[in-house]
């Protein structure tokens, strides 16, 4: 098989340099006073990142905010992985009626924009009690209409059908069908859903600010409070943007092989 050469190389090269640059710009400022923005510009850090990440700590609720995102971030993203790849299973391999229907369905509402809903779905909150809680952020959550078509095209394909049929001979019940056969098959895509869901719950903003209150946040809402004042000191907002990035940096190099994997048995069935 012929190389890639330089220039694929140099193109590649570009491109992680130019996706790396905004988080270490952010470092950049971080690591210096709010001096940085308005003195000569250098792209070598300074040393009070550790200081002002101090700062942080102390400005905003930040250990309760962390705590919160990582319970609200990690239960969607595991309940919607495991519904998702459920339901997934069930529209790709499993013959219902109303089954195209539905599916239509769930598709459809990928277009409803999310900000239509704000108004009712706070209205049921509070009748349920959860207005200020993490269970009003969890809940609607649990389940993504992106999630249950994603897998489903996942499956379609990565699941050949006389298996599911050998399973059912064999006399492995639905439930054993899906555990044994589906699951992991499904593992490549799970592991991008999980990153992709893990990374829209942790960086979700409008919907925690309206349902949750000031002290029961998750890390976007407390991040906001460092810069609602009259004067924004950039290198304490940066610090903490940082801070905030570094979870969902982890989650991604945990399931980075997974995604890979997942890429390159895509690209082999192309």
């Known amino acids: 098989m012929k190389r890639p050469s330089f220039v694929v190389y140099g193109v590649l090269a570009a491109f992680v ?30 040393g009070n990142f550790f200081s002002n990440a ?3 700590i102390d400005t905003i609720p930040f250990w309760k905010a962390l705590g919160n995102s990582f319970i609200v971030s990690g239960t969607v993203t595991l309940s919607v992985v495991l519904l998702s790849t459920l339901a997934g ?45 993490l269970e009003a952020v969890i809940v609607p959550n649990l389940v993504t209409a992106f999630g249950v078509f994603w897998m489903r095209q996942y499956l379609v394909d990565a699941i050949p059908d006389e298996l599911v049929e050998a399973a059912r001979m064999d ?3 639905l439930w054993r069908t899906f555990w044994h056969v589906a699951l992991p098959a499904a593992r490549p895509a799970a592991a991008m859903l999980g990153v992709f869901t893990f990374m829209q719950s942790w960086n979700d903003f409008l919907w925690p600010l309206v349902v949750l209150n000031a002290d029961n946040p998750t890390m976007q809402v407390a991040l906001e409070k460092l810069q609602s004042g009259y004067y924004v000191d950039y290198s304490l907002v940066l610090a903490g943007t940082t801070l905030a990035t570094v979870p969902v940096l982890i989650v991604f190099i945990v399931l980075g092989r997974q995604i890979v994997a997942g890429v390159m048995q895509g690209a082999v069935k192309g």
Do not use: H
């Open 171 to 173: 006399g492995c019940s």
């Open 17 to 46: 340099l130019g996706s790396a640059f905004p988080f270490y710009w952010s470092y950049l400022v971080a690591s210096r006073d709010n001096s940085v923005l308005t003195g000569d510009f250098t792209l070598i850090p300074g």
């Open 54 to 56: 101090a700062r942080v």
């Open 89 to 133: 299973f069930a529209f790709a391999k499993l013959r219902f009626r109303g089954r195209g229907l539905m599916f239509l369905f769930v598709v459809a509402t990928l277009a409803v924009p999310t900000q239509l809903g704000i108004i009712p779905l706070y209205m049921a909150m509070a009748e349920f009690g959860w207005a200020g809680e």
